[in-house]
């Protein structure tokens, strides 16, 4: 049987077959000088639409203050039809009540009314992201999705100019696109993300927290593909993508209001809509797979005053709840991201994280190394609870480096998990403390 294979090219959102984006500049972030101000012209709201309607699917924050335009694409999303997605930054329209809701109503009709074409409001999805419990400038807003509809296009050029609208403390844009075959049709699925702090998602298709997981950006992923999809399959298939990449990253353990992912497949290529259990919906999974996770570690190595990418790696847990609970108190804790970001392997600091999680340990069972990431070899600094004599040089050496693995072995059990995680840095505090000098960097 031939191996599945995919390839990676540009134009991220819009390479797949009917896909237009843009992104436009309307002064919803509102120029200034101050810390809290974006300090110049920089592109604010986004809009991507398909030429036809498509199978959507998404998954979304399960913080219990979630914004407007979350509870609007969650009932939305639940129609299994979509046409077009209308994002805005620097605002999130969170914990502004009825206004807020009649705003995320309001953007989707603008939209649907600016692209034409017969497309639908309720196929119109909405997201936000910015400061919360500051009503939308709604006159900016409008102005902006005219613009935006205008402006609709093809090509790398549109998908980076959505991409850059959708950023906030973002220092670089995040996208990608995958290129394969599907039942004998080429296909295509790219997508577009933002992150950089208020980063440890926790989202699911209902918006509720799932039973037994501590999950906790704002983070946000548009993925588009011209790959005919059956909506369900397109739910379960994201539903597992995003609980192995978005659900798998922290930079600071905060779970955002307004965290989306939405997906959406208007089946342009011809193919034969896959099917779960055959080879052409495991071949569509592992692409997916690999765009999300993709995604997700460009918001880490994005994260705000990150110095360093670390893979936490647990082993041997009782269970995969308790593998889970102990790499998010590991990768969460201050004092050992701090440690992280002086290149210190500390490793008494590490099991005192773990200690505190609601894991199962036993101090004299635990193991605790390093590796650089792909190498097989691991420098273990703790071996069964006592020091090892590997040299302190060689554990620096390791993890000082910009990116390295951390492997904790529990030895109780076959559970595992994987966290993408960030240091803490003095440039993390200075960027989010506030200054009560510059009103306009306080509040939400």
């Known amino acids: 049987m031939k191996k599945f294979s995919f390839e ?15 992104g436009v500049f309307c002064d919803i972030k509102r120029l200034g000088t101050g810390k809290g ?50 994002v805005n930054s620097g605002n999130a329209n969170a914990c502004t009540g009825r206004q807020g809701l009649r705003d995320v109503a309001a953007m989707a009709r603008m939209a649907a009314e600016a692209c034409g074409g017969g497309i639908s409001a309720r196929e119109v999805l909405v997201a936000s992201t910015g400061r919360i419990g500051v009503p939308l400038p709604m006159a900016q807003v409008r102005k902006g999705i005219v613009e935006a509809a205008r402006r609709l296009a093809g090509g790398p050029e549109a998908a980076r100019d959505a991409c850059e609208a959708i950023m906030t403390s973002d220092t670089r844009p995040k996208g990608i696109c995958v290129e394969f075959m599907l039942g004998g049709k080429n296909i295509r699925l790219g997508g577009i993300a933002k992150g950089a702090g208020m980063i440890q998602p926790g989202m699911s298709q209902t918006g509720n927290r799932p039973a037994l997981r501590p999950l906790h950006a704002t983070m946000l992923c548009f993925l588009t593909t011209d790959a005919a999809v059956e909506g369900k399959f397109l739910q379960t298939a994201l539903n597992e993508a995003v609980a192995k990449s978005f659900n798998r990253i922290t930079v600071d353990g905060d779970m955002s209001t307004n965290d989306t992912v939405l997906i959406l497949a208007n089946g342009r290529a011809g193919n034969a809509p896959p099917g779960a259990r055959a080879k052409e919906g495991r071949d569509f999974q592992a692409a997916l797979d690999h765009v999300t996770l993709a995604l997700a570690k460009k918001i880490v190595l994005d994260g705000e005053g990150a110095s360093r990418f670390v893979t936490v790696r647990v082993t041997g847990a009782g269970s995969a709840g308790d593998a889970d609970a102990a790499a998010r108190a590991v990768a969460n804790s201050a004092l050992v991201r701090t440690s992280w970001c002086g290149g210190d392997p500390n490793w008494g600091r590490i099991l005192c994280a773990l200690g505190y999680s609601v894991a199962e340990v036993v101090e004299n069972k635990i ?7 792909g190498q097989r070899e691991v420098l273990y600094s703790l071996k069964r609870g006592c020091p090892t004599g590997v040299s302190f040089g060689a554990l620096c050496r390791c993890t000082t480096s910009p990116a390295f693995d951390l492997h904790i072995n529990l030895h109780l059990g076959s559970g595992a998990a994987v966290i993408y995680a960030a240091d803490l840095t003095e440039a993390y505090v200075d960027f989010n403390k506030g200054d009560v000098n510059d009103p306009s960097s306080l509040g939400g």
Do not use: H
């Not at 990676?8 to 843009?22: D, L, M």
């Not at 036809?52 to 999303?77: I, Y």
């Open 8 to 22: 990676e090219i540009g134009g991220s959102v819009t390479a797949p077959q009917g896909f237009r984006a843009a």
């Open 37 to 86: 101000s974006n300090k110049g012209v920089k592109r604010d709201l986004a809009l991507i639409v398909s030429d036809a309607t498509a199978a959507v699917a998404g998954t979304f924050t399960t913080n219990r203050v979630c914004a407007a335009p979350v509870k609007l694409c969650l009932e939305r999303v639940a129609g299994g039809r979509a046409q077009a997605i209308v």
């Open 367 to 373: 193991d605790v190394g390093y590796s650089q990431p």
